[in-house]
Nanobody
């Protein structure tokens, strides 16, 4: 199973920026999609953004469109989430996810079979 390690979370003021990184284990798998999800206290996990491994297609939740950018560096087996204009409602644990089965439904958490441990993002008002 693919191993994913996130980094880059932290505390930031509203309007600030953070960049999350997700490093995948060695390329013994075909990773069809990489995604970011988040879960705030008392809420269900929700989709944030996803990218196919070639980078030709990206997907965003409406709540982050225009503020967040997902990208990947295949040479480093790493996916990034650049988060700008952060709002207090972006506060959550952010999880990186990988689809190595080719399910290909980027907005559904059920499509992903590999998950990172999560990284906390806190946005103060």
């Amino acid at each position: 199973q693919v191993q994913l390690v996130e980094s880059g979370g932290g505390l930031v003021q509203a309007g600030g920026s953070l960049r999350l990184s997700c490093a995948a284990s060695a390329r013994t798998f075909t990773i069809y999609l990489m995604g970011w999800f988040r879960q705030a206290p008392g809420k269900e996990r929700e989709f944030v953004a996803a990218i196919n491994w070639s980078g030709s297609n990206t997907y965003y939740a409406d709540s982050v469109k225009g503020r967040f950018t997902i990208s990947r560096d295949n040479a480093k087996n790493t996916v990034y989430l650049q988060m700008n204009s952060l709002k207090p409602e972006d506060t959550a644990v952010y999880y990186c996810a990988a689809d190595t089965r080719g399910v290909g439904i980027p907005r559904s958490s059920y499509a992903y079979n590999g998950w990172g441990q999560g990284t906390q993002v806190t946005v103060s008002s």
